[in-house]
């Protein structure tokens, strides 16, 4: 079953203003990670952040873990144009037989309109 | 550095028809894996490799075969080509997650658009 799952599947903002986009999953992490993908390209690295941050800033990025409640969100803050992609969490399951194993959600598509 | 390389970039077969889609990567990097996307499904596990000579199943590996012979490349073999495969495949790498105890961001390739006629 699917680990990560996003909300909302699509968002539309104005340049400047903030996005957050929310990812849920059912099981122990390890890890959960954001990814960003421009139309007809491979996937790239945001962040990471273990089970035992709560909060973790890069940039305009700021992601947040509450481990009791299974859900991670992403803010992008000052948005612009360059930002428009689609936003995938991804959880690196604990242990067991999952190691290496990232388990992506369906991803937010973001528009950001100049 | 290179990344992760991925060939052909596009692909169109038709059904029964077998292939085999490149990948490698030139970072030293042990964890290797397959993913295909399809629209409003995310990105779905087929194969992964956590090191040259082993190889494992991931979510959707019915259709796919993998091996790992170098730490460099981790070819995927469509063996009968279906339909059902039409997607578009990528693959990723990082250190193995065995590594220190923690996991570690994977880097992708450019992927390959494959369509089953």
């Known amino acids: 079953s699917q680990q990560g799952e996003e909300d909302p599947q699509a968002l539309s903002i104005q340049e400047g203003e903030n996005a957050t986009m929310n990812c849920s999953y059912k099981t122990s992490i390890n890890n959960l990670q954001w990814y960003r993908q421009n139309s007809g390209r491979g996937l790239v690295h945001l962040i990471l952040?273990?089970?035992?941050?709560r909060e973790k800033h890069s940039g305009r990025l700021r992601v947040t873990l509450d481990t009791s409640k299974k859900s991670s969100s992403l803010l992008i803050t000052a948005s612009r144009a360059a930002d428009t992609a689609s936003y995938f969490c991804?959880?690196?399951?604990?242990?067991?037989?999952?190691?290496?194993?990232?388990?992506f959600g369906q991803g937010t598509i973001l528009t950001v309109h100049p | 550095n290179a990344g992760v390389t991925q060939t052909p970039k596009f692909q169109v077969l038709k059904t029964g028809q077998s292939m085999t889609l490149q990948c490698a990567q030139d970072m030293n990097h042990e964890y290797m894996s397959w993913y295909r996307q399809d629209p409003g499904m995310g990105l779905r596990l087929i194969h992964y490799?956590?090191?040259?000579?082993?190889?494992d199943q991931g979510e959707v590996p019915n259709g796919y075969n993998v091996s790992r012979s170098t730490t460099e490349d981790f070819p995927l073999r469509l063996l009968s080509a279906a339909p059902s495969q039409t997607s578009v495949y990528f693959c990723?790498?990082?250190?193995?997650?065995?590594?220190?105890?923690?996991?570690?961001?994977?880097?992708f390739g450019p992927g390959t658009r494959l369509t089953v006629l």
């Open positions: 990723a790498s990082s250190y193995s997650p065995l590594a220190g105890g923690s996991y570690n961001e994977q880097f």
């Open positions: 952040i273990r089970s035992n941050e």
């Open positions: 490799s956590v090191g040259a000579g082993i190889t």
């Open positions: 991804a959880v690196a399951n604990a242990g067991g037989t999952s190691y290496g194993k990232l388990t």
